[in-house]
């Protein structure tokens, strides 16, 4: 069966770091793209970043652009999500996902996480 | 990037059928055959309902239909249940190798 479950979540001041991390199970991680969509309290979803099943290729939302980075361990089946000078308006629910197939980059996200809770204020 | 413009609510009454708008641009929902429906019930995380626009992923009943016209993106669910009452989300591939999703949805099922 195919698992996500993400881990990394918590309490960080305006400004601070945070650094996320989603375990991949059930599936061989390396041949599938991945993302990380968050939704904050109350609110929507909202796509942050995506990556090649390779890691070669990132992508990002503007919002977060410059300040978080993706990245991939294929050797772990671990899929990050480093988060640097966070603000107020990155507190949410953080889901990692993965696409259908192994073809496809950014969409559909068939498989979601449960999602890890980041809250960011003083 | 802005997000895809969805109604806030929409209800319905048990068998009935609802359709749920999703506008975008060309740059997006206009651009690609890469809309996607997800549905989100209270403290879940969201479930993919339609892909491709109107293609079903295996186990989604084929009351829920997908559909795209011009810069518009539909979601029409059939014979309305009390389980389909949700939020549901719009997505669209966009020209920027970026996704976006809509404001979400609410059904109410009378």
């Known amino acids: 069966e195919v698992h996500l479950l993400e881990s990394g979540g918590g309490l960080v001041q305006p400004g601070g770091s945070l650094r996320l991390s989603c375990a991949a199970s059930g599936f061989t991680f390396s041949t599938y793209a991945m993302s990380w969509v968050r939704q904050a309290p109350g609110k929507g979803l909202e796509w942050v970043s995506g990556?090649?099943?390779?890691?070669?290729?990132?992508y990002y939302a503007d919002s977060v652009k410059g300040r978080f980075t993706i990245s991939r361990d294929n050797s772990k089946n671990t899929l990050s999500l480093q988060m640097n000078s966070l603000r107020a308006e990155d507190t949410a629910v953080y889901y990692c996902?993965?696409?259908?197939?192994?073809?496809?980059?950014?969409?559909?996200?068939?498989?979601w996480g449960q999602g890890t809770l980041v809250t960011v204020s003083s | 990037q802005s997000a895809l413009t969805q109604p806030a609510s929409v209800s319905g009454s048990p068998g009935q059928s609802i359709t749920i708008s999703c506008t975008g641009t060309?740059?997006?929902?206009?651009?690609?055959?890469?809309v996607s429906w997800y549905q989100q019930h209270p403290d879940k995380a969201p479930k993919l309902m339609i892909y491709?626009?109107?293609n079903r992923p295996s186990g989604v009943s084929n009351r829920f239909s997908g559909s795209k016209s011009g810069n518009t993106a539909s979601l029409t669910i059939s014979g309305l249940q009390a389980e389909d009452e949700a939020d549901y989300y719009c997505s669209s591939y966009t020209s920027r190798n970026t996704l976006v999703f809509g404001g979400g949805t609410r059904v109410t099922v009378l």
């Open positions: 060309s740059s997006d929902v206009g651009g690609y055959n890469y």
């Open positions: 491709g626009v109107s």
């Open positions: 996902a993965k696409v259908s197939e192994s073809y496809q980059l950014l969409t559909p996200l068939k498989v």
């Open positions: 990556i090649s099943g390779s890691g070669t290729g990132t």
